[in-house]
């Protein structure tokens, strides 16, 4: 027995390498189907990645430059905002249904746990709002949850390296396109009035692109500027085409900027200068390794605390030659202070080489743009001349930097939200309530603000504090939170270890949240998002950007129910629903333009009936048309029901809306009747907020 155990040992040691490979082959059928699985999803994802930048591609290069004929506004008035919300509920819908075809798991980041919570409080106040503020306050709401579902929806595919280049690349060629379209409204602009209704005198000389509105403008442009400055910093070499055209790029955009006017676009191109410079390596760490000079001690805070200073003193500087009327001290001034901040990115700059060109081609760019700006018009080409005699035939004096009148309008608008919020500090005047309570409360201020509606304070956050009280606000913080939060986490993790934004691949978080700066700068001092779906969707594309994928991954909470077929059966149900509402809004656009030319025709050709596919969009608009037009019929017919019919429309639009030709049609109707009482009441409330308005002056009596 014993004789015989060697030879047992010895097969089993020849059986060993046989069953070795028959396990491995064993294991390699098992894993046939996963790895193959793998790899069709692996396709799958880099289709729907190519979908959606051809779906952005198409959008910032072709849909968000056609001019399509309207009367202005906000929301989805214009016809540009209504084809951007289809495009996001397009992206949506085609994200969300593939999720659920693919049985895939719904992925909620901690970004969007905090946005939906975020969403929560600034929905909650809905609960006491008045129930006739409803048709103003649900839209915006709409608003909100909608772009929190085009942001889950980005979040349920992987966006490689590549993919957020090309996005962030589509958004440069964007803003270069709205230059170059501004740049012919600035040298053509008899041409431009022809083929987009450019109005050289309504604008004052400035061009505004698609966006119809300096600012916003300017901000979309500043924002481009922004990510070409990144693109610039992120050049591995500086003798390329490449670094010299990004440069190129940075001036004809900074041009813009001064063409445009517009304080907000250039101290949001500035400050994402400032920053993305602080980010650089020769910024974010001492100079350890450098002689024993006072550059050595100079430590990282005070560092931003003296380019916070810079930008502190351009606007000080830049407010106080407003007030003083002295244009020229101004830019001066101004000058100086680019010039100081360029020299103070020299002083405390490493023995880098490439990066500090860098620096200095970017500062330079600055400087010659400013200087060569206020030089005369005519000293460039034939098209300022063209330009400039224009401007003199329509007496205006052009692109205007100061704006004194506008900081005292401003001054008074903060004032007259103060005494509303001083009114209703907990609870707010409803969602949707500004408008008319704003109307209401302007004689505890005076009549500085000039002849016009005020529908926003232009300041978000006092919008929201004054609308939903401290509740609403600390959603609309919660949601910034939320925007910035992989910039958090990251500064956060820099604590224990040296992370630099521009030249770690993996690492763009902090670069692309300074990115966010210029809009989220102009939503503090206007209302981009409601002008403008565009900036909304930049704006959303650039915060998912900002999420490191490795961080996303990790941070991911993964739902996935016990019943997946529910949720598989309601992500259909959501995606047919954002498929139908982006069909709507289509819709709602050929509605659009048919108002638009009845409103520039005396409303003769307005449609007998609204259809409900397109009561998404135009239903308000519609309805005020339909009730104006019945005026008009009454001067035709003498129908006195017609006359009620619209004094009890005209009450509950009035209180909601703040409308001059809405308040003297019901004044003339309640006259008519013989109700002098109503007619006085509404004179006093149009009054205040219509006081250069004769039609609201109290009548003299002339006792000769």
């Known amino acids: 027995m014993a004789a015989s155990m060697p030879g047992i040992t010895q097969r089993l040691k020849l059986l060993s390498p046989l069953m070795n490979k028959l396990s491995r082959i064993s294991k390699g059928t098992e894993q046939l189907t996963p790895k193959t699985f793998s790899s069709t999803q692996h396709y799958w994802d880099r289709f729907l990645i ?248 100079l430590s990282v805070p005070i560092r931003w605390l003296v380019l916070l200073l810079l930008i502190l003193m351009g606007l000080m500087v830049n407010v106080t030659g407003g007030l003083m009327q002295r244009a020229g001290s101004t830019m001066t001034a101004s000058l100086f202070l680019i010039a100081s901040g360029m020299l103070w990115c020299l002083l405390i700059t490493n023995k880098d080489r490439a990066a500090l060109i860098r620096q200095v081609c970017c500062f330079m760019v600055i400087i010659v743009c400013a200087a060569g ?100 606000l600390s959603g609309l913080l919660l949601a910034a939170v939320a925007c910035f939060l992989p910039a958090l986490n990251v500064l956060r993790a820099s604590k224990k270890r040296h992370m630099t934004a521009l030249t770690n691949e993996h690492t763009p978080t902090l670069a692309v949240a300074v990115l966010l700066l210029p809009i989220s700068l102009h939503v503090l001092l206007e209302y981009p998002f409601y002008q403008s779906a565009s900036h909304l969707l930049v704006f959303l594309l650039l915060v998912r950007i900002s999420q490191p994928e490795m961080l996303y991954q990790h941070r991911t909470i993964f739902v996935q129910p016990r019943r ?24 709602g656009l050929k509605i659009q333009q048919q108002l638009t030319l009845a409103e520039r025709y005396n409303l003769q050709s307005i449609p007998p009936a609204l259809p409900l596919s397109m009561s998404l969009t135009q239903y308000e608009r519609y309805d005020f048309d339909r009730h104006t037009q019945e005026l008009l019929r009454y001067n035709r017919d003498h129908n006195s029901q017609l006359l009620e019919e619209y004094a009890r429309w005209a009450q509950a639009y009035l209180a909601v809306h703040n409308d001059a030709g809405v308040y003297d049609s019901a004044i003339r109707i309640a006259r008519y009747q013989g109700n002098q009482t109503l007619a006085n009441k509404l004179s006093d409330q149009a009054r205040l907020s219509f006081y250069a308005d004769s039609r609201f002056k109290p009548k003299q009596v002339n006792l000769e």
């Open 50 to 297: 190519f979908t959606l930048i051809f779906i952005v591609a198409v959008y910032f290069l072709l849909l968000n430059h056609i001019y399509i004929k309207n009367m202005g506004g906000s929301g989805l008035l214009l016809p540009l905002n209504i084809i951007t919300w289809s495009v996001m509920l397009l992206i949506s819908a085609l994200l969300m249904l593939s999720t659920a075809l693919r049985n895939k798991k719904i992925l909620f980041s901690t970004q969007i746990c905090t946005g939906v919570l975020a969403a929560l409080l600034m929905t909650l106040p809905l609960c006491w709002t008045p129930a006739v503020n409803y048709s103003n306050a649900i839209p915006r709401l709409a608003a909100i949850w909608g772009a929190l579902i085009f942001s889950l929806s980005l979040y349920q595919i992987h966006l490689s390296t590549h993919a957020k280049r090309a996005i962030l690349m589509l958004i440069i060629v964007s803003a270069l396109l709205e230059c170059l379209l501004s740049l012919f409204q600035w040298g053509w602009p008899s041409l431009a009035q022809q083929l987009m209704e450019y109005n050289i005198s309504r604008v004052a000389g400035k061009p505004y692109g698609i966006f119809q509105q300096s600012n916003l403008l300017a901000s979309y442009v500043a924002t481009g500027y922004a990510v070409t400055v990144y693109f610039f910093y992120r050049q591995v070499k500086l003798y390329r085409w490449s670094a010299a055209l990004l440069l190129f790029l940075q001036g004809v955009m900074l041009w813009v900027l001064l063409l445009s006017g517009s304080r907000v676009g250039l101290y949001g191109a500035l400050l994402a200068l400032f920053l993305l410079s602080a980010l650089t390596p020769e910024l974010r760490q001492r100079n350890d390794h450098a002689p024993l000079t006072f550059r050595k001690y």
């Open 373 to 472: 700006f206020f030089l005369p018009l005519t000293f460039f080409s034939p098209v300022a001349s063209v330009a400039a005699d224009t401007l003199h035939q329509t007496g205006v004096s052009g692109p205007d930097l100061l704006h004194a009148g506008s900081s005292s309008e401003r001054l008074n608008m903060l004032k007259g939200s103060l005494s509303l919020i001083l009114q209703h500090p907990w609870t707010g005047v409803g969602l949707g309530g500004f408008e008319a309570s704003f109307a209401a409360v302007r004689q505890n201020f005076g009549t500085g603000i000039a002849s016009y509606t005020i529908r926003h304070p232009h300041n978000e956050l006092l919008y929201v504090l004054v609308e939903g009280g401290p509740l609403a």
């Open 564 to 587: 997946m077929c529910v949720i598989k059966v309601l992500l259909i149900v959501l995606s047919v629903g954002l498929l139908l509402t982006a069909c709507d809004f289509l819709a």
